[in-house]
């Protein structure tokens, strides 16, 4: 910048279909004024968690992590970014322990978050009109949790992710050995790929192996567990 225009790729948008079609995106940018720039605005874009759900089919799980402002931080925004299973995204403000994740059996806080959100594709966006200073020298005076519940059709069986409407070959892809059954009374076993195991009875043959585990990935079908937010150093 300065600048007339932005191109952007988007990494998410995968046309599955057999037709031509057009994604658009429009990002509004907002600039102070020359004699009004006093800090440098910062990205919080926290990707460390961003795969690691592993939810069954018909299951709900909910996975947490943290992060640490830098020091002198002064916080003015909060965010969050899932997929279309992330049914649920929650933060809590400082203090709390740093280095919190799911290997490490990390949970999420009983009290009352500070950031609540509810739909993926229209995510709050928390904006404080006065920015909330963390100037303390300790890690846990200035880092957040954030937990995502994953429904990977606990509630609605029709949305569980399917082997036949994901592209199997991109990253969350599902195969023969964690496929299971979408129907009838194995409904959730593991089917091999095989259609006849999932039938409701004997030669049946209207059995559907199609149910797959919810992983991380690059489209919707999958899913994504990214803190958002910004801030910037105001250090005395």
Same mark, same amino acid.
């Given at each position: ?170 990253? *969350?892809?599902? =195969?023969?050995? #964690?496929?299971?059954?979408?129907? $009838?009374?194995? @409904?959730?076993?593991? !089917?091999? *790929?095989?259609? =006849?195991?999932? #039938?409701?009875?004997?030669?049946? $043959?209207?059995? @559907?192996?199609?149910? !797959? ?24």
């Amino acid at each position: 910048m300065p600048i007339k225009g932005i191109v952007m790729w988007n990494s998410h948008g995968f046309n599955l279909s057999k037709k031509d079609t057009t994604i658009e995106q429009w990002v509004d940018i907002g600039f102070a004024k020359k004699d009004e720039q006093l800090y440098a605005q910062r990205g919080i874009f926290h990707v460390k968690n961003i795969f690691v759900m592993n939810v069954p089919p018909f299951k709900q799980r909910e996975y947490c992590g943290s992060w640490t402002m830098p020091r002198y931080g002064q916080l003015t925004s909060l965010g969050s970014h899932v997929h279309k299973r992330g049914v649920l995204f929650r933060t809590w403000m400082p203090p709390q322990e740093p280095g919190c994740t799911h290997a490490k059996g990390c949970k999420p806080n009983t009290d009352k978050p500070a950031y609540t959100s509810t739909i993926y594709d229209d995510p709050v966006e928390l904006v404080f009109d006065k920015p909330v200073s963390f100037n303390g020298e300790e890690a846990k005076t200035r880092t957040f949790k954030y937990c995502a519940v994953f429904d990977n059709g606990s509630t609605k069986k029709t949305a569980v992710k399917r082997r036949s409407k994901s592209d199997n070959a991109l990253p *969350g892809a599902c =195969s023969d050995t #964690d496929v299971a059954c979408l129907n $009838g009374p194995k @409904q959730g076993e593991l !089917c091999g *790929g095989k259609n =006849s195991f999932c #039938d409701t009875k004997p030669g049946a $043959g209207d059995g @559907q192996c199609d149910a !797959c585990p919810l992983r991380g990935g690059l489209t919707t079908e999958d899913e994504m567990l990214i803190l958002l937010g910004s801030y910037y150093i105001n250090k005395p």
